[in-house]
C-alpha cells in the first residue's frame, strides 16, 4: 500500500511540538496499525552471535574499529549454544529469534555455523528465525533460506542523503544490494535505521519514504543510544515526545510494514514506550540488545497487553513468517496467555536467560591507536532497483 501521506504532510507533522496535536497524530497512527493487524503482534529477541573486532567504520557503533569505544567481544557462537539462546527466548514469550553478527559479511566457516544454528531452532523450537549477518550474494541468502531461515535484517541505517556521514566503508548501494539478494531468495526483508544521528526533520522523512520504496516487510526502529568513543557518543538522547511523534510518521508513510522498536528505547523513550505502541508499534525486541540492556520480557509483554493486545503465540508460529496472532485467525480461538510464557512452549523447567551482555560479552580496552575515520564524500547513486 502507498504512503498515507505526501512528504510535504509528513514535514508538517514532523514540526508538531504541541502535545495534544501529537497525540491526535498517534490516535490516528494507532487507528491505521489495528485496521490493518487488528490485535496481532510479533514480539523479537536476539542473539549477538559474534561480537567485536568489526572492520567498518559506523558512526554509531562500539564494535568498530575506527572507534575509541571499549570493544565487545566474543567469538562466533557454536550452533549448540545458539539453540540455548533460542529456547530461553521462547520460554520467554518471543515468537522469533534473530542471529545477529558483526561486520559486512562471516567468513565460510562462521556462516556455516549460523546455518546449523537455523536448522536447530527451527527443528527443536516453535520460533520463526532471523538472521542479521551483513552484506550477502544471493547464494547465501538462497542457502539461508534452505536452512530455515524466513526473514533477514539488513538496515539502511539513515536516508541517502546524510549516509555518508555514518558510514563511508559500508556502501549505501552495497546495502540495496544485499536487499535485494535476500528478496530474491524469497526472504522476507527487515529494513530500518537509527532516529536522532544528527540527520534533519527532512532527512528523517527522506528517509521514512525511501524505506516505502524498499517495501520491507518489517521496518525495526532503532533511537540512538550514544556510546561514548563513538563518532556520536556525544549527541543527547531524542526527547521522547519527538521520539513517539517521529514512530507515528513513519507508520502513516509505511502503513503495511510490521513496525517493531528496538535500541535506544529504554534511554530515549523511558516511561512512555507504551504510548510509542500506541504509536503503531507492531512488536519490539524483547529483553536486551546487541551491547546494552532492555526491558524484563514481562515489562515488554505488559505494554501490549496493557492496550488489548495478543501476545500470544500460535502452534504454528515456526511454520509461517509472516506473523498472525490476531485472536480467532488461525482455526479456533488464539489459547489464553499461560501464566508462564515457558508453559507454552513446553519448556517448564528451563533456567531462562535470555541473551545478556552485561554478563556473556568481554570488554576490551583498545590497544595502539585508533586509525582515523575515513573522510565523509559522496555516496554513488544507487543502481535502478528491478
Not at 190 to 200: A, P
Request: aromatic share 6%; charged share 25%; proline share 7%.
Amino acid at each position: 500500500m502507498p504512503p498515507l501521506i505526501t512528504r510535504e504532510q509528513a514535514l508538517r507533522l514532523g514540526e508538531l511540538e504541541d502535545r495534544s496535536q501529537i497525540e491526535a497524530l498517534i490516535e490516528r497512527a494507532w487507528k491505521v496499525r489495528v485496521e490493518r493487524f487488528e490485535d496481532a503482534t510479533d514480539m523479537c529477541s536476539l542473539v549477538n552471535a559474534k561480537s567485536g573486532g568489526c572492520a567498518q567504520d559506523c558512526g554509531f557503533c562500539a564494535q568498530s574499529r575506527f572507534a575509541e569505544a571499549q570493544t565487545p567481544l566474543h567469538a562466533m557462537m557454536e550452533p549448540e549454544q545458539i539453540l540455548e539462546h533460542a529456547r530461553a527466548a521462547e520460554a520467554a514469550g518471543a515468537h522469533r529469534f534473530c542471529m545477529v553478527t558483526q561486520g559486512q559479511g562471516l567468513s565460510k566457516r562462521d556462516f556455516e555455523k549460523v546455518l546449523e544454528g537455523t536448522r536447530l531452532v527451527a527443528r527443536h523450537t516453535n520460533l520463526k528465525r532471523c538472521a542479521s549477518i551483513g552484506h550477502m550474494s544471493p547464494a547465501r541468502a538462497r542457502a539461508l533460506k534452505e536452512a530455515g531461515v524466513q526473514r533477514v535484517h539488513h538496515n539502511v541505517e539513515t536516508a541517502q542523503s546524510y549516509y555518508p556521514e555514518v558510514s563511508q566503508t559500508v556502501r549505501y548501494e552495497g546495502r540495496l544490494r544485499t536487499i535485494d539478494a535476500v528478496r530474491g531468495a524469497g526472504l522476507e526483508t527487515c529494513v530500518g535505521g537509527i532516529l536522532n544521528l544528527g540527520e534533519s526533520r527532512e532527512q528523517r522523512v527522506e528517509m521514512a519514504f525511501e524505506l516505502a520504496d524498499i517495501e520491507p516487510t518489517s521496518v525495526p526502529i532503532n533511537l540512538l543510544n550514544p556510546r561514548p568513543g563513538t563518532k556520536f557518543g556525544d549527541r543527547e538522547y531524542m526527547d521522547p515526545w519527538e521520539a513517539v511523534k517521529w514512530i507515528a510518521i513513519f507508520r502513516l508513510i509505511l502503513p503495511d510494514a510490521l513496525f517493531r522498536l528496538c535500541g535506544g528505547r529504554v534511554e530515549n523513550i523511558g516511561e512512555l514506550q507504551q504510548l510509542a505502541v500506541r504509536a503503531g508499534l507492531n512488536g519490539v525486541m524483547m529483553g536486551n540488545f546487541l551491547t546494552t540492556l532492555g526491558n524484563t520480557p514481562d515489562e515488554d509483554r505488559a505494554m501490549f497487553e496493557n492496550l488489548g493486545l495478543n501476545v500470544a503465540r500460535q502452534p504454528d508460529n515456526g511454520a509461517d513468517p509472516r506473523p498472525d496472532n490476531r485472536s480467532g485467525w488461525l482455526e479456533g480461538e488464539t489459547p489464553s496467555q499461560p501464566d508462564s510464557p515457558a508453559a507454552a512452549g513446553g519448556l517448564d523447567g528451563l533456567d531462562v536467560r535470555l541473551w545478556d551482555p552485561s554478563t556473556q560479552l568481554r570488554f576490551a580496552r583498545r590497544r595502539g591507536p585508533v586509525p582515523p575515520r575515513p573522510e565523509a564524500t559522496p555516496d554513488a547513486a544507487p543502481a535502478p532497483r528491478a
